[in-house]
């Protein structure tokens, strides 16, 4: 099997690098929409909107939802950078 030319694993690496990025964006977005929830939820329980049940469970789901997403961009970033050294030789400083 002959080897991809460097023109097209460029056009492949930026490819990948513009979804990353776009999913990134996406990712950090939601992020900050879950901690925008959680303190509306807190200013809520401060002045006595909800009860502290509810609080917790809603904090909890969203805690967990925001850290499955902060995890993801570390995994995605942690397989962009090996798959750099590995498929991508020449784009390794």
Same mark, same amino acid.
């Given at each position: 099997?002959? %080897?991809? %030319? %460097?023109?097209?694993?460029?056009?492949?690496?930026?490819?990948?690098? /513009?979804?990353? #990025?776009?999913?990134? #964006?996406?990712?950090?977005?939601?992020?900050?929409?879950? *901690?925008?929830?959680? !303190?509306? @939820?807190?200013?809520?329980?401060?002045?006595? +909107?909800? /009860? @502290? *049940?509810?609080?917790?469970?809603?904090?909890?789901?969203?805690?967990? *939802? +925001?850290?499955?997403?902060?995890?993801?961009?570390? /995994?995605?970033?942690?397989?962009?950078? !090996?798959?750099?050294?590995?498929?991508? %030789?020449?784009?390794?400083?």
């Amino acid at each position: 099997m002959k %080897p991809d %030319p %460097p023109h097209s694993r460029i056009l492949m690496m930026w490819f990948v690098l /513009k979804m990353w #990025c776009i999913t990134n #964006c996406m990712i950090v977005a939601e992020d900050h929409a879950i *901690e925008d929830t959680i !303190y509306v @939820l807190s200013k809520a329980l401060d002045r006595d +909107q909800i /009860k @502290l *049940e509810p609080f917790m469970k809603h904090t909890r789901t969203l805690a967990r *939802e +925001q850290f499955l997403k902060k995890a993801l961009v570390v /995994k995605i970033s942690s397989h962009l950078a !090996y798959n750099e050294t590995k498929k991508f %030789p020449f784009f390794s400083v």
